[in-house]
Nanobody
């Protein structure tokens, strides 16, 4: 099993920045891909960004050029640097991991609120 704990959410004004962190524990040697999703009230959960074991990344079109996903293997951490935040970025952000056998795990989420 993999356990994921997010931190770094909060309230920020439009145009500001936040950095989200995700600490992974458990069977982390089996992780192939990690990433971030978000879910706003009344909306379905959507992809924000992913990073694979080879360092390749994938971003939603809505965040390209503003968000950056990165990882630190020694610290067992994955980060999401969010710049130029917009009110439409307001959501609960979830850390996720996928193992080499395609098992999916989720954190419990951290709230990001961007005021106009």
């Amino acid at each position: 099993q993999v356990q994921l704990v997010e931190s770094g959410g909060g309230l920020v004004q439009a145009g500001g920045s936040l950095r989200l962190s995700c600490l992974a524990s458990g069977s982390i040697a089996t992780i192939n891909v990690m990433g971030w999703y978000r879910q706003a009230p009344g909306k379905q959960r959507e992809l924000v960004a992913t990073i694979a074991y080879d360092g390749s990344t994938n971003y939603a079109d809505s965040v390209k050029g503003r968000f950056t996903i990165s990882g630190d293997n020694a610290k067992k951490m994955v980060y999401l640097q969010m710049n130029s935040l917009k009110p439409e970025d307001t959501a609960v952000y979830y850390c996720t991991s996928e193992t080499v056998v395609a098992n999916r795990f989720w954190g419990t989420g951290t709230q990001v609120t961007v005021s106009s």
